[in-house]
């Protein structure tokens, strides 16, 4: 799993390692391939906002740089 995406994933309460989410076992719940696609699945999201968002309009040239520092910090494509 991507290191920034399990971080966060602590960060809200759910402990990778032994599928705990506030203290309750989740494995029956969610797995963590899940997890890691459903953390995917908004950083893309929020990519395609940057990238097709207002792509006529003078901020367009920040949303792209936005949208590569998500990705390299996110290390995703």
């Given amino acids: ?9 602590e ?7 032994s599928f705990q989410f506030s203290g309750t076992p989740i494995k029956h719940i969610v797995d963590e391939p899940s997890l890691e696609k ?11 906002q940057c ?4 792509m006529n309009d003078e901020r367009y040239a920040g949303q792209l740089k936005a949208a590569a520092y998500i990705e390299e910090h996110f290390g995703v494509e």
């Fill in 1 to 9: 799993m991507n290191e920034r995406i399990r971080l966060l994933a």
């Fill in 11 to 17: 960060q809200a309460g759910i402990n990778i390692d």
């Fill in 38 to 48: 459903f953390a995917l699945l908004i950083i893309k999201d929020c990519l395609d």
């Fill in 51 to 54: 990238y097709y968002r207002g």
